[in-house]
Protein backbone atom coordinates (compact mmCIF):
# COMPACT_ATOMS: atom_id res chain seq x y z
CA UNK A 1 0.00 0.00 0.00
CA UNK A 2 2.61 2.35 0.18
CA UNK A 3 4.16 1.77 -2.46
CA UNK A 4 0.85 2.39 -4.18
CA UNK A 5 0.10 5.50 -2.50
CA UNK A 6 3.08 7.09 -1.24
CA UNK A 7 1.65 10.56 -0.45
CA UNK A 8 -1.45 8.92 1.15
CA UNK A 9 1.00 7.05 3.78
CA UNK A 10 2.56 10.49 4.68
CA UNK A 11 -0.45 12.14 5.06
CA UNK A 12 -2.10 9.55 7.34
CA UNK A 13 1.76 9.52 9.25
CA UNK A 14 1.29 13.74 9.65
CA UNK A 15 -2.84 13.55 10.71
CA UNK A 16 -1.81 10.90 13.39
CA UNK A 17 0.92 12.87 14.80
CA UNK A 18 -1.14 15.98 14.81
CA UNK A 19 -2.19 17.38 18.26
CA UNK A 20 -5.63 17.75 18.20
CA UNK A 21 -6.54 20.94 20.54
CA UNK A 22 -10.24 21.52 20.64
CA UNK A 23 -10.32 23.44 24.08
CA UNK A 24 -9.87 26.98 24.84
CA UNK A 25 -8.07 29.10 28.09
CA UNK A 26 -11.13 30.80 28.56
CA UNK A 27 -14.75 30.84 28.29
CA UNK A 28 -16.67 33.25 26.18
CA UNK A 29 -19.67 34.84 27.86
CA UNK A 30 -22.10 37.22 26.29
CA UNK A 31 -22.43 40.54 27.50
CA UNK A 32 -25.79 40.57 28.89
CA UNK A 33 -24.86 37.31 30.54
CA UNK A 34 -22.24 39.26 32.14
CA UNK A 35 -24.21 42.38 32.94
CA UNK A 36 -27.28 40.35 34.36
CA UNK A 37 -24.92 38.26 36.75
CA UNK A 38 -23.01 41.39 37.66
CA UNK A 39 -27.00 42.80 38.54
CA UNK A 40 -27.50 39.88 40.34
CA UNK A 41 -24.40 39.79 42.34
CA UNK A 42 -25.11 43.70 43.49
CA UNK A 43 -28.67 43.79 44.36
CA UNK A 44 -28.99 45.20 47.73
CA UNK A 45 -32.13 45.01 50.49
CA UNK A 46 -33.47 48.08 48.98
CA UNK A 47 -34.09 46.74 45.60
CA UNK A 48 -34.72 43.63 47.02
CA UNK A 49 -37.81 45.44 48.77
CA UNK A 50 -38.89 47.35 45.79
CA UNK A 51 -39.37 44.02 43.14
CA UNK A 52 -41.31 42.22 46.60
CA UNK A 53 -43.54 45.05 46.76
CA UNK A 54 -44.04 45.07 42.97
CA UNK A 55 -44.63 41.18 42.52
CA UNK A 56 -47.03 41.36 45.91
CA UNK A 57 -48.84 44.14 44.35
CA UNK A 58 -49.28 42.55 40.76
CA UNK A 59 -52.72 43.91 40.39
CA UNK A 60 -52.05 47.75 40.60
CA UNK A 61 -48.72 47.32 38.76
CA UNK A 62 -50.67 45.93 35.84
CA UNK A 63 -53.32 48.75 35.83
CA UNK A 64 -50.09 51.44 35.33
CA UNK A 65 -49.39 53.71 32.72
CA UNK A 66 -45.67 52.68 31.85
CA UNK A 67 -45.08 55.64 29.08
CA UNK A 68 -46.48 58.10 32.04
CA UNK A 69 -43.83 56.79 34.26
CA UNK A 70 -40.99 57.13 31.71
CA UNK A 71 -42.19 60.34 30.76
CA UNK A 72 -42.32 60.98 34.53
CA UNK A 73 -39.16 59.63 35.57
CA UNK A 74 -37.08 61.66 32.06
CA UNK A 75 -38.39 64.56 33.47
CA UNK A 76 -37.43 64.10 36.81
CA UNK A 77 -34.05 63.06 36.00
CA UNK A 78 -33.93 66.37 33.66
CA UNK A 79 -34.86 68.38 36.31
CA UNK A 80 -32.11 67.21 38.56
CA UNK A 81 -29.26 67.09 36.67
CA UNK A 82 -29.93 70.91 35.73
CA UNK A 83 -29.58 71.79 39.11
Known amino acids: ?3 TFPDVAIALRIYLT ?7 GERS ?3 V ?4 SHLRNNMGQ ?3 AALSV ?3 ECDV ?3 LDCTE ?3 DFALFKCQRRDM
Open 18 to 24: LSINNCE
Open 46 to 48: ERL
Open 61 to 63: VRE
Open 69 to 71: LID
Open 54 to 56: LCI
Open 33 to 36: TRVK
Open 1 to 3: MLS
Open 29 to 31: FST
